[in-house]
Nanobody, 127 residues
Framework: QVQLIESGGGLVQAEGSLRLSCQAS????????MGWFRQAPGKAREFVAG????????RYAESVSGRFTISGDNAKMTVYLQMNSLKPEDTAVYYC????????????????????WGQGTQVTVSS
């Protein structure tokens, strides 16, 4: 089992920035591809960004491409989501997810592909 704890959410004005962190603990000896998803009120959970275990590959939702950056630090067992130029439509609960992998450069983008999930952190962007 892997436990994921997100932090860094909060209230920010439009065009502002936030950095989310996801700390992993538990069975961390394996390789994990990581992802960030979000869910706004009344909407389905959606993919935001994904990163391979090696960090060499990343994927982004079109809605955040160019504004958000996903990165990871395997030594610290932490993945980050730097969010710049935030918009009110980015308001949502953001979830971190992990999937054990054998290949170092695989990225996942579908929620059903991930095995472990954090509890989420709220991001609210005011206009």
């Amino acid at each position: 089992q892997v436990q994921l704890i997100e932090s860094g959410g909060g209230l920010v004005q439009a065009e502002g920035s936030l950095r989310l962190s996801c700390q992993a603990s538990g069975r961390t000896g394996s390789r994990y591809a990581m992802g960030w998803f979000r869910q706004a009120p009344g909407k389905a959970r959606e993919f935001v960004a994904g990163i391979s275990w090696s960090g060499s590959r990343t994927r982004y939702a079109e809605s955040v491409s160019g504004r958000f950056t996903i990165s990871g630090d395997n030594a610290k067992m932490t993945v980050y989501l730097q969010m710049n130029s935030l918009k009110p439509e980015d308001t949502a609960v953001y979830y971190c997810a992990a999937r054990s992998v054998t290949l170092a450069a695989v990225v996942f983008t579908e929620d059903y592909e991930f095995e472990f999930w954090g509890q989420g952190t709220q991001v609210t962007v005011s206009s």
